[in-house]
Structure formats: C-alpha cells, structure tokens
C-alpha cells in the first residue's frame, strides 16, 4: 500500500480522481440510465473523472427520464448524445495523460523476482537493441539480391524502405498476396488488408475469404508457434500449398516491406507472378542477409552505431551479479559476433558475469529437440569434438538442448527466468512445456505507451467507449427517426475507431489491439510471456525482489468492483526515481 500511496501522491490530483472514479463507479451502477464510467460491457471506467459527476445530483447523463411515449425520441436521444460528450470532453482530467510509465514493466501473471534464482537472456533484440538504421539496409542487400541473384526486374531499384510501412505480428496469406492484422478470434480488422503497397477494400476481402473476414485456424501455420503438421486437419488443407505466415520477428519489418513494394511493381506494371515463387524468393533473400552474415559484419564494423544502450545492459547484468543471482545466455547468433557485441556492450570481462553461454543454439528446436547434443568452443571460437557430460562455467557450448541442459545444470522451474523477444522461438515452448518463467521484450511498447499518453488518444478512446455505451443502451429504440440517429453514431464511431488505430500506425494500428479485441500477436503474448517491457534495462527501475501483479481486468461477467486498476504500470514504479543514478 506504500507504493500506491506513493504513487498516487505523485500521481497527484489525477491519481485521487482516479480513485474517486473508481468508488463512484459503483453508486451509478444502480441507476436507471447509462453508467458514463463505463462503455457499457462491464469494463473499467473509461473517463477518469466522469463517473464521479455522474452519481451526483444534478443534470448527469444516467438521471434523464425516459421519452413519455409519443414523445420525441429523436430529441431525446441527441440530448442523451450531448450530455455525454460534455461529461467527456469536460471532466477529463488534464492530468489523467501521460499517466503510463514507457519503462515500466507489466505483468501477465504474478511472479516475484526475489524466487528467481537464474536469469536467462536471448542476444539478438533483447540483450543487444539495434537501431532501425539496419531495416532499411536489411531491405536494400535483399532487394539488390532479388534483382542481381534471382533477376527480378532492375525497376525494382526504385524502391526504399518505407519506415513504419509494417508493424510486427502481422500474417500474410501467400495465395492470396494479402498482408494483414489478425485479431485474437481470427478475424482480419477491417481496413489492414494491403495487396502491395494499397488497401484492398473491405468488400473485395470479405469476398476472398467466402463472404466472411474470419480465417480458419487451419490456415494458421503458426497457431501456438508451431507447425500443426500432425493435425488432420492441417495436412489436408496444406496439400493445396502454404496458407499463412505470421510475421514475429523485428527483422520481418523490411521483409514485408520488401514484399509489398515488389507485389506493387508488378501490379502497377500489369505483370503476372506467381505468388508461392514471390514469396519463397523474397524470404530467401532477405534469409541470405541473416544467414550468410551480412548483418553480422555491419554490425561488428559500427558497434557505436547500432547498438543501443550498452550501458544499461552492463548496469543490469553487473546489477544481478551482485545480488547472487546466476546468468546464462542462449542465442542462435555466432559466438564471434555475439562476444564483439557484449565486450562493446559490457566490457571484455563480460563472460565472467555469465554462468553459462550456449551460441547457434537453433531455438526453438533447442528446446523441443533431443538429438543434438552440446559442443564446446576453444576460446579463440574453434569447436572441440569431446563429450560434454557437464557445462562449466567460463566456456562456450554451441548447439545442444534444453532437456540436456536441465539434466547438467539442474536449473528447473519458476527459479529460472528467460527473457527474449521472439515470442513463438524464445517463449512459447519454455511457457507451455518446461515451466520457467518468462519475459517478453517488446520494443515497439515504448511508442505505443507515448502515443496512449496523448491528450489526443485520451480523448477519443474515452468518446469512443462513452458512444459505443450509448449505442448498446439505446438500441432499444427502433422507430425510423431513432434507428437514422444509431446510424449516424455508429458511423461516428466508426470514424473514432479508424482516427485511434491512426494513431499508431496509418496502414495497421496498434501491435496490440484490433479495434476493440486484442490482436492474434496480443493474445499470444500474455500466453507466452509472464512479464512484458520495452527493454530489458527496465529492469533497473525494480528492486530486485520487486513482485509484480497483474491488474485484475474484469472478466465480461464480472462488474469492476476492485480498485487495483489504479496500480500495475497506471502510476510511475515508486522505484523509478530512486534508481535513476544506475542508469
Ligand atoms: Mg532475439
């Protein structure tokens, strides 16, 4: 309770509206007329500010009578529609904005640090962050391979990386050439479908798909990260040919890039290609770079430039050794190119901090496969051909698996706490088979928390819910006069929907929500991840016995009778400024 009191203090005036917000709240559920905290499902009050108005006496939206029959209905209704927007657009409070933290660290499922025993870390994006200065070289090296190896079209030339053109976790359907946002029940959101470069409109897409936006999990390749290649059903559908591809990584940001500006150079030049083909050589070549270590080399010749926040990565691993904690790393990255990264990075003493390093480690069969046993690494890199029949500290193994590793290490369970950044290859299998602990690095969060931080997103999500709760209560009006004004607010809200998702990204939104559902990557992502963050130098902001709490959301049944939603990540981590001078 010291830590929300200190929060709401420094929350200041927004913190005590928000917590009048929530106590009100519950006094308005017993009136008649709609509860302006709520959206009308059930859900946290939207409006911080509002609710509170509303159960006082006075002209509140919820104390207007019912038209007398034969009255108005029209009228009435618009007033019911103006009396609501005042409540929003007046009551909110200035200070209720840039209430989220960017760095703070938020969690699926309650886990406290002080039982974890053993941190693991994956390299690539979530121990080493690379600057956004690698998509569009990434695009380019693919993008001159496709022309010069694979002799697509020298037009092809033309084409520059799009920054922000895709965002991650979005599927692409390969028969189709359609690339799109999926939310958590499978269906496309309206308006995300692009063939190349352009929209495809609603209609045309319904159509594809058999007058339905809603894709069969059959045609998920990636349900749950894996291969459904025993199930029946997949084997049958998947005879006619790949379906879809669902893009996990932050290096599949130019992938789709380069995807959809070659669909639009052939589509703009009335050229014909075959789907599968295109998209097997734009995976091919984009592969090349990673695979035969074009990056690699960009990288290890500017460290400086494309790593970022070295610094915060030594003070958090310094930070864990010093509180005995144990620390190992599994990467598929070679050893070279990962020890050049962490002496830049960490110092030239960095293996001393790490109990065990494994490299190439071919996640995520690493963690399903038993055949492949462990080989060790001279220090100069070499690979030795000795029996591995115990891991030792200060050396380096490459390749292996997880069920060796438990048995030589004995590191088992909720001590052990693995963080990486790909959710299906670094989580999934730890999360639903081995029961470690697991943390998610989500860069893009610390965007999207800045952009939920705007008075302008604020504002109209707020409206947003507000209509939509005058849209469920009113709908039981249905003369003529009444279903025109549902129509001209279902319309508004359309509007509102498709200005929010804007917000983050013009051609597809949020990474986390559809409209008003998570998304196929947001659903998987509290699946997989016990705790989620931009980066793991958020760890500095926690003590580190800190036991974090998941909100208590309502389930749909449920009426929001707790508070709690004035704690996890609604308030700065009381920590933050005290561990300001690690950073
Ligand atoms: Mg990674």
């Known amino acids: 309770m010291a830590a929300l009191g200190g929060a709401l203090r420094k929350g200041g005036g927004a913190?005590?509206?928000?917590?009048?917000?929530?106590?009100?709240c519950q006094s308005c559920r017993s009136r008649s007329g709609p509860c302006p905290g709520d959206g009308g499902h059930g859900q946290p009050p939207a409006a911080p500010g509002r609710a509170r108005r509303a159960a006082e006496p006075g002209p509140a939206a919820g104390s207007q009578p019912a038209p007398a029959e034969g009255a108005d209905t029209k009228t009435y209704l618009w007033a019911r529609y103006h009396e609501m927007k005042k409540l929003v657009y007046d009551l909110l409070p200035p200070g209720v904005c840039n209430l989220l933290n960017p760095a703070a660290i938020y969690a699926n499922n309650e886990i406290s640090l002080g039982d974890v025993e053993i941190y693991g870390f994956d390299y690539d994006y979530t121990l080493a962050q690379y600057s956004n200065l690698l998509h569009s070289m990434i695009f380019d090296t693919a993008r001159d391979i496709l022309i010069e190896q694979f002799?697509?079209?020298?037009?092809?030339?033309?084409?520059?990386?799009?920054?922000?053109?895709?965002?991650?976790g979005l599927h692409y359907d390969v028969q189709k050439s359609l690339l799109m946002k999926i939310d958590a029940f499978h269906y496309v959101q309206l308006g995300t479908a692009y063939r190349g470069l352009k929209p495809v409109p609603d209609e045309e897409l319904i159509e594809l798909y058999g007058g339905t936006q809603h894709i069969p999990l059959y045609q998920m390749s990636d349900f749950y990260g894996k291969e459904c290649a025993d199930s029946y059903w997949h084997r049958k559908h998947l005879q006619h040919g790949p379906s879809l591809k669902q893009f996990m990584d932050i290096f599949s940001l130019p992938e789709m890039t380069l995807l959809s500006s070659v669909i639009d150079y052939f589509i703009t030049h009335g050229i014909e290609f075959d789907q599968v083909h295109l998209y097997k050589d734009i995976s091919d070549a984009i592969k090349d770079v990673h695979v035969k270590g074009v990056m690699y080399k960009w990288i290890e010749k500017d460290l400086e430039k494309y790593i970022l926040h070295g610094d915060e990565i030594y003070a958090v691993l310094n930070r864990l050794v010093n509180h005995n904690k144990k620390l190992f790393l599994i990467t598929n990255s070679p050893f070279s190119f990962v020890d050049k990264g962490m002496k830049h990075m960490v110092g030239k003493n960095w293996r001393d901090l790490f109990d065990m390093v494994i490299v190439q480690a071919d996640k995520p069969n690493f963690f399903t496969d038993r055949r492949k046993p462990f080989r060790k690494l001279d220090d100069k890199g070499s690979l030795q051909w000795d029996k591995i029949s115990q891991l030792e500290k200060g050396k380096i193994y490459k390749e292996g698996n997880l069920f060796d590793f438990l048995r030589l290490t004995g590191w088992r369970g909720s001590k052990v706490l693995y963080f990486g950044d790909h959710l299906y290859s670094d989580l999934a299998d730890l999360m639903l088979r081995h029961g470690w602990r697991t943390g998610a690095i989500v860069p893009e969060?610390?965007?999207?928390?800045?952009?939920?931080?705007?008075?302008?997103?604020?504002?109209?999500?707020t409206w947003q819910q507000a209509l939509t709760g005058l849209l469920e209560r009113m709908q039981m009006y249905q003369d003529a006069e009444s279903k025109q004004v549902l129509l001209e607010w279902m319309k508004e809200r359309q509007e509102i929907r498709s200005l929010t998702k804007n917000l983050f990204n013009p051609q597809f939104g949020s990474i986390f929500r559809t409209f008003h559902n998570p998304t196929y990557f947001s659903r998987r992502l509290v699946r997989f991840s016990d705790i989620y963050m931009a980066s793991i130098s958020c760890l500095l902001n926690y003590d580190v016995n800190f036991t974090f709490y998941p909100r208590r959301t309502p389930l749909q049944h449920e009426a929001p009778l707790w508070m709690d939603q004035l704690c996890t990540g609604c308030m700065k981590t009381p920590f933050l400024e005290e561990m300001v001078h690690i950073r």
Do not use: C, W
């Not at 913190?15 to 009100?24: H, I, P, W």
């Not at 969060?445 to 999500?461: A, D, K």
């Open 15 to 24: 913190g005590s509206r928000l917590l009048a917000v929530a106590v009100s």
């Open 445 to 461: 969060l610390e965007t999207e928390i800045r952009i939920i931080n705007t008075e302008q997103y604020m504002h109209s999500l």
């Open 151 to 168: 002799k697509y079209p020298e037009g092809l030339g033309k084409y520059d990386y799009i920054p922000g053109f895709a965002i991650r």
